[in-house]
């Protein structure tokens, strides 16, 4: 095999493909990067045997096709601090070299039948889209989803086409967001898959121009996701979503209009003196009026004050800080609207068109 | 402030068995010990002054004591009346400060520090102290004042009994040096072995050794016998030390092989154990289950909840499932125990699904066992609410689960 292309292209890519390439595997082979030079492109092949990425080079010269396999990490490394515009590859027996410039690096090839065959993005069940709108969706949910160890299925995303919709839905069991959008794709199509969260923002990484037209793709087990000049594979968790729909409170009694980033700003202030292992902060709402209040045994109390739209009598509910703060940062407008009904259920959250976060409250026993 | 010592150790001399023999004046002067019978296998949990003379000592078997003292006078323990005169203790030390850690019915540490406008120093509050719980209670305590909790622990046993030591900053040296150095305070049977090895016996070989030295050998806890050894203890009085964990066990007068009769006990055994949570407000999260073999070997298996009960039913549902994994075969020994306590008012993070797919870290989730609904586990704390009150009105049994209830409670 034997390439030139552009340094700043080669770069790129080998950075992206890198984020899935995993340090130390069981399967040495997928520490390397696989090159696939054909006659026009050069594809650049990665994977963690959870998310496979295909990315290719359109602005190269073929000279020789073929494929190898070279250590991703120190290809990665070494292109990177190159600074000549162009930088050749060239392979054969078992090293292949990699030069620009006065600078070359000759790396110990390894057969490229052990990597592991990755599949082609299928165009049956994929739908067109704007890379944006799946981006977007992709941010309102992956922040909700469970880090933590727990069930397996909360820590993917779950991604639903029914009714000419599509539809993300993230949850670590204490608060979810969901959020859906229209998508062009037959009346009848219904699909259902959960993506691990990690994979989905690899796919964020490859979604860089907004307005490019994108096509997803429902697969037996792997969701897909096709770009102008790659491809992203995650592999599907197979396991019970949680029922979601059951949790989203249809309507509150008490309705909060506020203003985001001014009530994200209280939130912080109020949950300072809170430690780490005990994060409440309780909203108490009288007319047009938020009183903020946190207190820590031993610590200490904090008290924060802001306007707010409400009517009613005066209630009052507690929440984690840190979940509200994760939510409202995402609101797509200056003000939040919140509704509940009681110190023991859930709060929704409208943060934007279709898109509504739910947190379930801290409680006290009694 | 600097230079008077100000934290107090008081630990009543031979307790439970002075306890009795003040209920029983024609004891005075006999070998006395509060204990378990022999024939039931019982150990000695108090000895008094005249039985320690001939080697009683708690936590030994009857059946050894009784060898050793065969004229000792064995009664049985009464923990409520115990508890009671410990109750007018512990209200005596609180009249002079705030500031007291229990560690035990008859034993506590007292900080008196920013009470000596009112009450004195630290030396006149011990006398006085000593004073009223004589006039009280008419027992006997000992006492040691001094800079630090384990100088003051040191100091109240140096005397005992009727002893009251008050060990001064510049008399520090001069207590430690000659004492062996196993009086310390994390220094067991192994460590003391360690430092005889090295030719150290005494606290003041220890104090003369390098820091980096010991440390080296003994890793962080060397650091810590050697603070102690030269009298650095920055442990402050705690009056609000948590309790870490209730528990329940009994040694059976014979051994035990019937598992349905161990379960039965095991049950009873949660509910006794809940019903003191509840009755202190507490709840815990990890169940562990200790059995003992004849031969003395214990087994313990423990498992971690998802979430906090002090429900009987709950507590016996893991503990049951823990004496499933105790291997078959007699037992002497049956025991329950819950820890990681804390506060019923403890604020919880509310879960969005009751069907437990909610954060499950523990054990519990993946072994299947399945969680109570929030509601029902709602509804059943209710129910206890009312118990408790009929319990305590009318007494313990009054209220059982239904498989305990014997043909002997249904008259």
């Excluded at chain 1, 070279?70 to 990665?76: G, Q």
């Excluded at chain 1, 923002?201 to 997803?216: E, G, K, N, T, Y």
């Excluded at chain 1, 396991?239 to 729909?245: H, L, M």
């Excluded at chain 2, 004891?27 to 080697?55: D, H, K, N, T, W």
């Amino acid at each position: 095999m034997k390439v030139l292309c552009n340094r700043e292209q080669l770069r790129e890519g080998l950075a992206i493909v890198n984020g899935v390439i995993p340090t130390k595997s069981t399967r040495p082979a997928i520490e390397n990067v696989c090159l696939v030079a054909t006659e026009n492109a050069l594809e650049l092949v990665g994977t963690d045997l959870e998310i496979a990425i295909r990315y290719r080079l359109d602005d190269v010269k073929v000279a020789d096709t073929g494929t190898v396999l070279i250590p991703a990490r120190v290809a990665n490394e070494f292109v990177r601090d190159l600074s000549e515009e162009t930088v050749s590859i060239d392979s054969g027996g078992d090293n292949c070299v990699i030069s620009s410039g006065g600078d070359r690096v000759e790396l110990v090839t390894i057969e490229s039948d052990e990597f592991p065959v990755v599949a082609r993005f299928q165009e049956t069940h994929s739908y067109p889209l704007l890379a944006e709108t799946f981006n977007k969706q992709i941010h309102r949910t992956s922040f909700a989803a469970a880090r933590e160890p727990g069930r397996y299925a909360m820590h993917g995303i779950l991604i639903e086409i029914e009714e000419g919709r599509l539809r993300m839905v993230a949850t670590d069991g204490r608060r979810l967001a969901v959020t859906s959008t229209v998508i062009d794709c037959p009346e009848d199509a219904a699909h259902r898959a959960i993506v691990p969260t990690k994979g989905l923002q690899m796919f964020s990484r490859i979604l860089s121009d907004p307005m490019a037209r994108v096509r997803i793709s429902f697969e037996e087990t792997q969701f897909c996701l096709k770009t102008d000049n790659a491809e992203i594979y995650a592999r599907l968790i197979d396991g019970e979503f949680p029922k979601y729909s059951q949790v989203v409170p249809a309507e509150g009694a008490c309705k909060v209009e506020a203003d985001a980033s001014l009530l994200v700003n209280k939130l912080r202030l109020a949950s300072t003196v809170t430690s780490a292992d005990a994060r409440a902060v309780r909203l108490v709402f009288t007319e047009d009026h938020i009183e903020l209040l946190a207190r820590a045994t031993g610590r200490g109390r904090a008290t924060g004050q802001m306007d707010a739209s409400y009517q009613g009598s005066e209630v009052d509910i507690a929440f984690n800080p840190d979940f509200l703060i994760d939510g409202l940062k995402q609101c797509e407008s200056d003000r939040v609207h919140l509704e509940f009904n009681d110190r023991t259920s859930p709060g929704k959250f409208q943060l934007g068109q279709d898109y509504t976060y739910v947190v379930m409250p801290i409680t006290i026993d009694t | 402030m600097s230079g008077t010592p100000s934290i107090l150790h008081v630990d009543m001399d031979a307790f439970y068995a002075s306890v009795e023999v003040r209920d029983l004046p024609e004891l005075a002067g006999q070998p006395v010990a509060v204990g378990g019978e022999a024939e039931r296998r019982g150990v000695i949990a108090a000895a008094s002054y005249e039985a320690r003379a001939f080697g009683v000592h708690s936590a030994m078997p009857t059946v050894t004591a009784r060898r050793l003292c065969p004229n000792l006078v064995l009664l049985p323990p009464n923990f409520e009346k115990y508890t009671q005169v410990s109750r007018q203790i512990m209200s005596i030390f609180r009249s002079y400060t705030p500031v007291v850690e229990p560690l035990s019915l008859d034993e506590a540490f007292l900080d008196t520090s920013g009470c000596e406008r009112l009450h004195g120093d630290a030396i006149e509050i011990g006398r006085a102290i000593r004073r009223d719980i004589l006039r009280e209670t008419g027992l006997v305590a000992s006492i040691g004042v001094a800079p630090t909790k384990f100088l003051a622990k040191l100091a109240s046993d140096l005397d005992k009994p009727d002893g009251f030591r008050v060990i001064l900053e510049h008399q520090i040296r001069s207590v430690l040096d000659p004492l062996p150095v196993e009086k310390i305070f994390g220094v067991g049977r192994s460590t003391a072995k360690r430092l005889h090895s090295l030719g150290i016996r005494t606290i003041g070989e220890l104090a003369g050794l390098e820091r980096d030295d010991v440390v080296r050998r003994f890793g962080s806890s060397g650091a810590w016998i050697h603070d102690l050894a030269h009298g650095i203890d920055a442990r402050r009085v705690n009056p609000r030390r948590p309790e870490k964990s209730r528990g329940m066990e009994r040694t059976f007068a014979e051994d035990i092989s019937d598992r349905d009769q161990l379960k039965r006990l095991l049950y009873e055994y949660c509910e006794e154990v809940a019903f003191d949570l509840r009755d202190r407000g507490l709840q815990g999260k990890t169940i562990a289950v200790k059995a003992r073999t004849p031969s003395f070997k214990t087994i313990t298996r423990s498992r971690t909840l998802d979430r906090h009960t002090n429900l009987g039913a709950r507590i016996y549902a893991t503990a049951r499932e823990l004496f499933d994994r105790v291997p078959g075969g007699p037992l002497r020994l049956l025991g329950v125990q819950v820890s990681g306590l804390e506060d019923v008012r403890t604020a919880h993070q509310g879960v969005l699904f009751d069907d437990g797919s909610a954060p499950l870290g523990g054990e519990g989730a993946a072994s299947g066992d399945s969680p109570e609904k929030p509601g029902k586990e709602r509804r059943l704390r209710r129910a206890m609410l009312g118990a408790d009150r009929l319990r305590k009105k009318y007494g313990k049994r009054l209220v059982q689960p239904g498989s305990l209830v014997s043909d002997r409670d249904r008259t």
